[in-house]
């Protein structure tokens, strides 16, 4: 490392902004178990409700409409779990942009000062820009896999009414 003035001061910024990306990290990785957690109660109660309306098809159709207000229940649950996850995943990547933020300044401070690096030029800035570009590509990706899952659940919710038949 170089000896400047303010090498101690930013090494110590450095490892308070670091404090705070673990600290960051941890309630991220609570709040996704927790997430977790909360898609296995649902997909436990479409299991339990898909074996009870099987049940009552055939004895009850009086349960029908308390059913059907079960089953909106639970894919509202599941909708906004859907809407968390995304949350989370956006989270989680804003955390790790900013641990490599930490790590690319580290490595810089580490270079001797003729190896540092220089102000960007424009090809740098186009790269920065392409790369991001890649990066939106596949954040769009992963939402369109989300929403695909979203459609199958819907899909599968239509055939079980479809299944039950009318009311």
């Known amino acids: ?4 003035p303010s090498e101690p001061m930013r090494s110590e910024e450095l490892a308070r902004e670091q404090s705070l990306t673990e600290l960051e990290q941890a309630i991220g990785d609570r709040e996704q178990f927790a997430g977790d957690r909360d898609q296995a109660r649902i997909d436990h109660e479409q299991t ?4 009870q309306r099987g049940d009552a098809a055939s004895t ?10 079960r089953q909106a229940r639970i894919d509202r649950e599941q909708v906004s779990r859907d809407v968390n996850q995304e949350a989370l995943d956006h ?12 790590d690319d300044t580290r490595t810089m401070l580490d270079l001797p000062t003729n190896q540092q690096p220089k102000v960007a030029d424009a090809g740098e800035i186009r790269q ?3 790369d991001r570009a890649l990066a939106a590509r596949a954040r769009a990706d992963s939402a369109l896999i ?8 819907a899909q599968a919710a239509e055939s079980r009414a479809r299944d039950l038949g009318p009311s």
Do not use: K
């Not at 490392?1 to 400047?4: A, G, L, V």
């Not at 009850?60 to 207000?69: C, F, G, M, T, V």
């Open 1 to 4: 490392m170089t000896n400047h």
């Open 48 to 51: 339990n409700h898909d074996i």
């Open 60 to 69: 009850d159709r009086r349960l029908a409409p308390i059913l059907d207000d």
């Open 91 to 102: 989270a989680q990547q804003g955390r790790d942009n900013q641990q490599e933020a930490l």
């Open 128 to 130: 920065g820009a392409i």
């Open 146 to 153: 989300r929403a695909q899952a979203s459609i199958a659940r």
